[in-house]
């Protein structure tokens, strides 16, 4: 079992340009998570995925939108990216939103 | 502010010492848990201790929440080198928004 995975490990883009983020889990689990990590701050929840079907905004949603393509499937997309969405995203999945979540190992962007 | 406040900041031990952490947080919560991350990794969670539970053991992990004080220590005993890493409190206050501390930074030497 892989767990999570999420592509691409690394990204530059620059200010403007678009991109999408996959994610994948093989647990077979309900709810899905698209965290960001800035130095300093912790995890902050951009969108998160109860079930199949349903996408909810999280602490920070402004500039991002989210797709749950199936169960196993949740991507997160930058339609015009900004310096200030430099940062590390993780995805994570867990059974249901009270269980422990499984991260995936993360996605570097950059904007330059 | 963030829910969930990690204390200290930053922590530097021998090895075989124990290394406490705290969480301090704002709001009532379902349940609290505990997360490790190695430099550069994702993160991998430890424990879950919920709001009726007093304390809570996993190895040499030893969790305890204290809700009148809102309030959670995380006690690593017999520390090793290969638990340097960052430790994340995470608060679940109900509708899928688990809300993550700025965590406390653990360095082991050997």
């Known amino acids: 079992n892989a767990g999570v995975t999420q592509t691409p490990k690394f990204q530059v883009l620059k200010t403007g340009q678009s991109m999408t983020l996959q994610c994948a889990q093989d647990?077979?689990?309900?709810?899905m998570y698209w965290y960001r990590q800035d130095p300093g701050m912790g995890l902050r929840l951009i969108y998160y995925?109860?079930?199949?079907?349903?996408?909810d905004k999280g602490e920070v949603p402004n500039g991002y939108n989210v797709s749950r393509l199936n169960k196993r499937e949740f991507s997160l997309r930058l339609e015009s990216a900004a310096p200030s969405q430099t940062s590390v995203y993780f995805c994570?999945?867990?059974?249901?939103?009270?269980?422990?979540?499984?991260f995936g190992p993360g996605t570097r962007l950059t904007v330059l | 502010s963030q829910q969930g406040e990690e204390d200290p900041q930053a922590l530097s031990i021998q090895e075989g010492e124990n290394a406490t952490m705290n969480c301090s947080y704002k709001?009532?919560?379902?349940?609290l848990q505990w997360y490790r991350q190695n430099s550069g990794r994702g993160l991998v969670h430890l424990i879950l201790?919920?709001?009726?539970?007093r304390e809570k053991h996993s190895g040499r992990l030893r969790v305890t929440l204290d809700t009148s004080k809102k309030s959670s220590s995380l006690l690593i005993t017999a520390s090793r080198a290969a638990d340097t890493a960052s430790y994340f409190c995470?608060?679940?206050?109900?509708?899928?928004?688990?809300?993550f501390g700025a965590g406390t930074r653990l360095f082991v030497k050997a």
């Open positions: 994570a999945s867990s059974e249901r939103g009270i269980d422990e979540q499984f």
């Open positions: 647990m077979n689990h309900n709810s």
């Open positions: 995925s109860a079930s199949e079907g349903t996408t």
């Open positions: 709001t009532s919560i379902n349940n």
């Open positions: 201790i919920r709001s009726n539970e």
């Open positions: 995470a608060t679940d206050t109900g509708g899928f928004k688990t809300i």
